[in-house]
């Protein structure tokens, strides 16, 4: 948590908070140092410690946190975990009348509303996934995808806006079909960008040239920027694992059922991603679909530089 953070009046909802993962434990501290009250659950022991330290509540299971939030948020890796914690657990019949439920998770839509469809009288649900990795949940420099009514999303806007910037989509549901899009091109860029590196070096040109000169280029994106120092460390970004890239792709497919045309640069990018995890498995970070173009090539895409994991940032 950055030093220069300091507690606001933040009025007297309370706030639920379900998932303490790379992502739910960066967002809970900026809430608890922001000055709102919390009560917090995750299965880890670890984290809800720390969560404590800093002020929160920690609570025995995901239905005490239900019960007592005003808002409740969660933050879970995939859309059966969602669907196990709020229906199975019975935290979404737990929730209280006039009380709220956040969902962060980059989810399903189709879940998302099957879920608010059986919320308790009086309860209403707002979808807002994330994006901005771990160093942006640790700085408040996220990007929140937010669909539902509006009236709800006023309420919620004054939370989140401690996460990062608000973009409010459309109707429930909306907040993920933007986030898988957001995604969708992140992937076909991270697919591509150690092809680039490959394909230079092996025709002489050096790495560091070949990065100075993507960055001030029409060959620029996030993850030249953000993505690609994890490259030159050679972590490849365990923060954010094959298996969660792989989950998000085949949502993306979901999704693309509707449309009456295929889409090749998105089928290409799963393709690439499915191979890396066959070959390093799903637990390896993300770049590691760079890796498998390095590997293959018998190159090496390490490079000298003082570069700090984005989740240390």
Known sequence: MP????????????????????????????????GYEVKAFDRVVDPLNEIAIAGGTPAKSATE?????????????????????MENAGALAALRKGSCWVDLTTNRRDLVERLAAKAPEGVTVVDAPVTGAVDGARNGRLTLFVGGDDDTVVRVRPILKQLGRVIVCGALGTGNVVKLVTNQLWFIAAAAIGEGFALGMSNGVELSVLWDAITDS????????????????????????????????????EL???LGTDLP????SATTFARASERYGSDAGELHVAKRIEDDADLSFRMKGNWTPPWEQ
């Open 3 to 34: 030093a220069s953070t300091t507690q606001q009046n933040t009025g007297s909802e309370t706030i639920g908070f379900i998932g303490l993962g790379n992502m739910g434990k960066p967002m809970c501290l900026r809430l608890l140092a922001a």
């Open 65 to 85: 946190v239900a019960l007592a939030a005003d808002v409740l948020l969660t933050s879970l890796p995939r859309p059966d975990h969602v669907e196990a914690v």
């Open 218 to 253: 029409v060959g620029d994106s996030f993850v030249a920027r953000h993505d690609a120092p994890s490259i030159f460390a050679g972590h490849y970004d365990p923060s954010f694992t094959l298996d969660l890239c792989n989950k998000d792709l085949a949502l993306i497919r």
């Open 256 to 258: 693309s059922a509707k």
């Open 265 to 268: 640069m998105t089928e290409a």
